[in-house]
């Protein structure tokens, strides 16, 4: 059997890539350094994979992003220089981004203009043959033209067909360039049309024509429609056989033709526990009786992993296998394999989560529900907040600036008293509570300075969870996050965010909001055991956090607001298996704040999806008042809303704080006045559409004051009249 691997992270041992990215953006290097470096990143990756696998992709490196390297190979922009590059990444012009698939990677969404016409960006084809003349096992890497159009936005939807095949006819004069080629198609993954499917299949027929080596990759999840990729001309497809199971039972009833290559990702892209050997090899057995040509390989990319374990020192350590420990199991399956299986008996069993159980914590349904219902709570919260018509608020964190990332630094490394380090939070917030004062908001946030990561901060608090010194991984961009890892029995040990909150509210009358963030996103946000229902993950984290929350109450905290950015990423692809998880995701979030008193109102905070196609489960959280991110995917939100009847209040961002661009109040009007048509004026917030955090604090300001006006403007509208008599 032979091995292939791919998507190793891009990141650096030591994130070389942000820091030489980030040098070049901020002026400290040129451009040669800058590709000089990336180059070398590029290489040294290229000679970790040809120590351990026999075959690899080559040109996965990107500046910023693959999505946006293959719009610009197919000449759908055209970057003469790489600024010119750089400024689709960021800044005012920037692209928009989204998640891809169901992981917390963004990539930046290319928009096909009606008069695109296709051209081959020659230079990245003959880069790529250099980079292949020198690494003759690489195999050189595309993004498919399926998956590139399934997730662009078009100008003119109807003329996806049109594009594809557009696309297609280029693919096909850049795939006869080389001998053998890697083409990622997750997107066979997703729910697709017969439509679709039958278009796929024209693609890939004609592609196929054009070279007889075509690799096709698919990941994340199962391929329904893996018999109709039998007939293709196509030399190898892979399979997620770790997060797509069906595959599993799809080569077992159907087969898998032997003229092609099954490339069997059977170590997890997306997990960081060791791979079971005696199990993946035993499947590896099983799926040798169906296909004749097996090449072991992993399910998913291995840049949703850090690049390796070493040099960590968490408790786990001996259980964890991140890209490079990745890399070295293929290459032990393929030696196990060779043996014919005779290896596997010597391997020791994996006792570990035998011995730490997550303990089952049952509750009954009525543990999940608040003592009375919306209408009679809010006839209370009005009582007990009295807020005016549009409160303003945010959602929750302003600026970190340098300094309160080198205080964080400095009280970890110990160069910073606990007692210093804490006065230096509650002088921030401090500041930050006069400032909201001075602009008026009407609901108040402490500022999160205490928090390096919405998710890490919890998890360093909470029992069970592991966090690691370098496991850093590229959520977009050169923007890198740590996921904690969830091994153990969760706890809560002690007050996570009561004191700093409590600080906040003792500086003034009006309410502050006590913030956490949701079951669900820590979750999705983590690694965590998979040999455990997530759902009984979700529940012992609901009750930590349920504490923390009886907590904020009992010291007079009277909104509360958990963030669930993940709530729609954390859904599975195919649509199927969204009852499942929704159930413990809705469950998890309703157990949180089961036992609040009615007059506690409390908030939930989503950002960066498309949410109409979940509003059903979203109408299911036992919330008051939603936030949620609006610029972007401007109208839809509030139709999906106004369908449902949604009666409790709401907050529709009216500002993209991710926008380099100033905030302008007649593009704030225009949200609020789209939102009136469906809600009434007793339903609306006013609020930015997501955290502070990544902001300069000049332009902060700038926009709250702006947002303020527009408050100002929309209370003493008579009629909800604009000064010039416009309607709002
Ligand atoms: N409360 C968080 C903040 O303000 C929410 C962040 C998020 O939604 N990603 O930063
Ligand atoms: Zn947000």
Redesign the pocket.
């Known amino acids: 059997m032979k091995t292939y691997a791919y998507g190793f992270p891009r990141l650096g041992m030591n994130r070389e890539y942000k820091t030489v990215i980030e040098s070049y953006w901020a002026g400290r290097i040129k451009e040669e350094k800058l590709m000089r470096e990336i180059e070398n990143l590029e290489r040294k990756i290229l000679h970790t994979y040809k120590a351990n696998v026999d075959n690899f992709p080559v040109g996965e490196m990107t500046l910023y992003d693959k999505m946006l390297d293959t719009a610009t190979l197919i000449g759908l922009y055209k970057t003469k220089t790489i600024n010119d590059y750089f400024r689709l990444c960021r800044g005012k012009n920037a692209l928009e981004m989204t998640k891809w698939f169901n992981t917390n990677y963004h990539y930046l969404i290319p928009r096909i203009k009606e008069n695109y016409k296709p051209s081959i960006f020659k230079p990245e084809i003959e880069r790529l043959k250099r980079l292949c003349s020198d690494y003759k096992e690489g195999l050189p890497y595309f993004i498919g033209p399926f998956t590139f159009l399934k997730l662009s936005k078009s100008a003119n939807p109807q003329n996806f067909k049109f594009h594809l095949m557009e696309i297609t006819d280029l693919y096909c004069d850049i795939v006869k360039e080389f001998h053998a080629v890697h083409l990622d198609e997750p997107a066979l993954v997703l729910d697709l049309t017969e439509e679709e499917l039958k278009l796929f299949r024209l693609a890939y027929s004609k592609i196929g024509r054009y070279n007889a080596n075509i690799f096709l990759f698919t990941y994340y999840d199962s391929v329904d429609c893996l018999e109709e990729l039998y007939d293709l001309p196509v030399k190898g497809i892979g399979l997620d056989f770790i997060n797509g199971r069906d595959n599993f039972i799809n080569i077992r009833s159907k087969g898998f033709p032997d003229d092609k290559m099954l490339f069997a990702g059977i170590v997890n892209g997306r997990n960081v526990w060791k791979t079971d050997i005696k199990k993946a090899a035993s499947i590896l057995k099983e799926l040798s009786l169906h296909s004749k040509n097996i090449v072991i390989s992993n399910g998913s990319p291995l840049y949703h992993l850090p690049v390796t374990v070493k040099g960590e020192k968490t408790p786990v350590n001996d259980k964890l296998a991140f890209a490079e420990e990745r890399l070295g199991e293929i290459a032990t399956l393929k030696k196990i394999m060779e043996e014919d299986g005779k290896g596997i008996t010597i391997l020791p069993d994996d006792a570990f989560f035998n011995n730490h159980p997550i303990e089952k914590t049952r509750l009954s349904k009525k543990f999940y529900v608040r003592s009375l219902p919306y209408s009679e709570r809010i006839i209370k919260q009005k009582k007990a907040l009295n807020l005016p018509l549009f409160p303003a608020t945010?959602?929750?964190?302003?600026p970190q600036t340098p300094d309160v990332r080198q205080a964080r630094t400095a009280y970890k490394r110990k160069e910073m008293s606990e007692g210093e380090y804490n006065s230096f939070i509650r002088k921030k917030i401090q500041a930050t509570v006069e400032l909201q004062e001075q602009l008026g908001l009407d609901v108040r946030?402490h500022g999160?300075y205490e928090?390096s990561d919405?998710v890490e901060f919890f998890a360093e608090k909470l029992k069970g969870f592991a966090t690691t010194n370098n496991g850093w991984v590229l959520s977009y961009g050169t923007r890198t996050y740590r996921p904690p890892i969830i091994f153990g029995d969760i706890e809560r040990q002690d007050k996570m965010t009561v004191d700093f909150i409590k600080y906040a509210q003792s500086l003034t009358q009006k309410p502050v909001k006590g913030?956490l963030?949701g079951p669900v996103?820590i979750i999705k946000w983590s690694y965590v055991r998979d040999d455990i229902p997530v759902e009984k993950i979700a529940l012992q984290l609901a009750l930590s956090l349920k504490a923390e929350i009886m907590d904020l109450e009992k010291e007079g905290i009277k909104i509360i607001?958990i963030?669930?950015?993940a709530f729609k990423e954390g859904a599975p692809i195919k649509k199927r298996n969204w009852d499942r998880y929704f159930s413990w995701a809705v469950n998890s979030f309703n157990l949180c704040i089961s036992e609040t008193k009615p007059e506690t109102q409390v908030h939930t905070?989503?950002?960066?999806s498309e949410f109409g196609e979940i509003i059903e489960y979203i109408m299911k959280m036992d919330f008051d008042v939603i936030s949620i991110?609006a610029s972007r995917s401007k109208g839809d939100i509030i139709d999906a809303f106004k369908e449902k009847g949604f009666k409790k209040q709401i907050g529709l961002g009216v500002w993209d704080v991710h926008s380099y661009q100033t905030a302008k109040s007649h593009s704030m009007i225009k949200v609020i006045k789209k939102a009136l048509s469906v809600f009434s004026p007793e339903q609306l917030w006013i609020n930015p559409d997501?955290?502070?955090?990544t902001r300069e604090w000049k332009e902060t300001v700038e926009n709250l004051k702006n947002m303020m006006k527009v408050v100002e403007v929309m209370r003493n509208s008579k009629d909800f009249l604009l000064d010039d008599g416009r309607e709002v």
């Open positions: 945010t959602i929750g964190s302003f946030v999160e928090r919405m913030i963030t996103t607001q963030d669930e950015p905070h989503m950002c960066y991110e997501c955290g502070l955090k």
